[in-house]
């Protein structure tokens, strides 16, 4: 599994390190500002507790998305190595919340040590893992080091780079390089991802094209159920949801809903912004519009005279796309790259988005090129869309039932990275 490394490679990673040392006071001004007391100041040196003598495997998810992506594998792993302990990290407090909240005590949860390499060694010397997965693509340089040093296999599960991740590590070619050397697999999302990762320096022999393993997201029973059971609660009238909102996001979705009641008067609004920090502003926003809003947190009544439900609360979000007719996805009316189009399709309610796909461009060619997916190019046109789709029972509930079967077709992803990760426990296991 260890790969030789050049000098280069090794120069780069002595200039990334002195350039992080040199720019710690920064770092940890930001770490005092912004993660404290959610983020343990030593866990972000390296100085976690790890309780108990079974294995353990590890998996990193930087953030809430990586988490919800990364969860059918976290049951797997579960699952398929009950003799091991699972440890999951994330760089976020969301993240982390979203990890206690799917699985409770299932696993054990830490913070992604700062990557000096000090604390990148601390950190897996202490953990000493078996193995290695990162979900996505967050690959940090000492920290992959430290792995090459203590011999921890190193799996990329769903691995995607963007045209500006890849523009990114090309121009830090011997750094991207030497990583990307002493990777034992590579689950690629697409073959154009695929491609970049072998022409940075990954063996193509370790490069596997699974496709995203966001296809095989679970559909829980009880949750479908809380679904139907929250819709019911409301009556007979038109729901849509504009879930994973960013800002300038918000505003177009009231634009479009306010065309949408002026046809459907009773049409109710979902709001979901994508992070917590912004619940407050979007309730102020709405109510400085007029709207009659209420909280999901607050467990009001949705009534008659309810216009927008706000989702401010953590880990609800499949369920409230449960509830809705139609769906907008945001990160796409702004330019962010979207997020999860595929949470609401899995549950047969129609997907529309924005133009702005770059995070997950095979996954929305793929639903458009099944007329699955509608995109829009600002609140106006939302508008009109929503419209059309409510006075067209038949189209809504086909590209809805397009969806679905979208992601029937296309899952797998999960299957093969479960093989790579036994096949890699094997390998390790035998070189011990």
């Not at 302990?85 to 979203?98: K, N, P, Q, S």
């Not at 340089?141 to 921890?152: E, H, I, Q, T």
């Not at 990583?179 to 490069?207: C, N, Q």
Request: charged share 25%.
């Amino acid at each position: 599994m260890r790969a030789r490394h050049g000098l280069p490679s090794r120069l780069a990673r002595w200039l990334y390190s002195l350039a992080a040392y040199l720019l710690s006071p920064l770092i940890w001004w930001r770490v005092w500002r912004e993660w404290l007391p959610t983020h343990p100041r030593r866990e972000r040196l390296g100085f976690i507790t790890v309780e108990g003598d079974r294995p353990r495997l590890w998996l990193h998810a930087a953030s809430v998305g990586e988490v919800v992506t990364a969860a059918p594998l976290i049951r797997s792993l579960l699952d398929d190595h009950p003799d091991h302990d699972l440890i999951v990290t994330t760089m976020t407090a969301t993240g982390a919340e979203r990890v206690r909240q799917t699985f409770g005590e299932r696993v054990s949860h830490h913070f992604l040590p700062l990557d000096f390499p000090i604390s990148s060694r601390r950190f897996i010397t202490r953990l000493n893992p078996r193995l290695a997965v990162i979900a996505e693509t967050e690959l940090w340089p000492n920290l992959l080091a430290a792995c090459r040093r203590r011999g921890v296999p190193v799996v990329v599960a769903n691995g995607r780079l963007s045209g500006g991740a890849f523009r990114l590590y090309q121009r830090f070619g011997a750094l991207s390089r030497g990583m990307l050397e002493t990777v034992a697999w590579i689950g690629a999302k697409s073959p154009l991802d695929a491609e970049r990762f072998v022409s940075l320096g990954a063996p193509a022999t370790r490069v596997t094209v699974t496709g995203a393993l966001k296809f095989d997201l679970a559909v829980d029973g009880e949750t479908v159920a809380a679904s139907r059971r929250l819709r019911a609660s409301w009556g007979a009238r038109p729901v849509w949801i504009a879930g994973s909102t960013h800002p300038g996001e918000d505003e177009q979705a009231l634009i479009a809903h306010a065309a949408l009641r002026r046809r459907f008067p009773d049409a109710l609004l979902i709001l979901v912004p994508r992070h917590p920090q912004r619940f407050d502003a979007v309730d102020a926003i709405c109510r400085e519009r007029g709207e009659q809003i209420v909280r999901l947190s607050a467990q009001r009544p949705v009534t008659a005279e309810t216009a927008v439900l706000l989702g401010d609360t953590m880990g609800d979000l499949m369920r409230l796309y449960g509830c809705a007719d139609v769906a907008f996805v945001g990160g796409s009316l702004e330019p962010i790259g979207g997020h999860n189009l595929l949470e609401p399709a899995a549950l047969g309610v129609a997907v529309v988005s924005g133009p702005y796909l770059d995070n997950l461009r095979e996954i929305a060619d793929t639903l458009a090129a099944s007329e699955a997916r509608l995109e829009v190019a600002d609140g106006g046109e939302l508008g009109a869309t929503l419209i059309s789709l409510f006075e067209d029972d038949d189209r809504r509930h086909r590209l809805g039932a397009a969806g679905r079967a979208v992601v029937e077709a296309n899952r797998g992803a999960l299957q093969q990275t479960r093989r790579a990760v036994a096949a890699m426990l094997v390998t390790s296991a035998n070189e011990a």
